[in-house]
């Protein structure tokens, strides 16, 4: 496995649109597996492959506190969504920075796993909010989009900031 360099906003590359997963192969298992491990070392929760700078749609969750509950949705589809709730997210690409998002507080999606297999699930509380978010990531959008234009503005001065800085 391989940790993988995650993009920061602004970066553009943020903002493509994904395309679907249509070969399931060893490149593909082995992505999965570099992102869980992305993701466990950064650590989130949460990464989607356009976070890695591969545009396919897919992305892998873990919201349990041991580490052990990973979840890979291939090519999902939110199918329903209910309820309303306001959380503090953060992201992988905007580190350092956590704003309140409104996002349903239940859904059901389907999606495929690592081997192809599809299948359907739900979700509630964080584990809903995570893969909601993730999936923004999917159509190039980010947590910051649900923010006012001045709270957008003032986390890409400071990440700038920060980035000149570092060299």
Known sequence: MAKLPILRYPDPRLRRRAEPVTVFDDRLRQLIDDMFQTMYEAPGIGL??????VQ?????VDVSEQRDQPLVL??????ESSGQELNDEGCLSVPGFYEPVQRAAQIRFCAMDRNGEPFEQEA???LAVCIQHEMDHLEGKLFV????????????KKLEKLRRRAG
């Open 124 to 126: 509630e509380g964080l």
């Open 145 to 156: 989009d649900y923010l006012s234009e001045m709270k957008r503005q003032r986390i890409r």
């Open 48 to 53: 989607a492959a356009p976070q890695v700078d």
């Open 74 to 79: 291939i090519n999902p589809q939110l199918l």
């Open 56 to 60: 396919l749609r897919l992305l892998v």
